[in-house]
């Protein structure tokens, strides 16, 4: 687990739906760190998110 001293100020980040100011590297969404602080939030803004696209994309392709 992190300690203090792992803090940066360069990698804290605003969640552009519902102003949360997080850790991009420890956000769960791995398509949009640097936007949203999970994916709930992805979802409320966008009305999807970019996991599910790809991974309906991915099977898709495999067919």
Do not use: Q
């Amino acid at each position: 687990m992190g300690t203090i001293s792992d803090f940066d100020a360069r990698n804290i980040v605003t969640c552009a739906h519902c102003g949360l100011r997080y850790d991009w590297r420890r956000s769960p969404s791995s398509s949009l760190k640097m936007t949203y602080c999970g994916s709930l939030c992805e979802k409320a803004d966008l009305g999807f998110t970019i996991e599910t696209i790809l991974r309906v994309e991915s099977k898709t392709a495999a067919a």
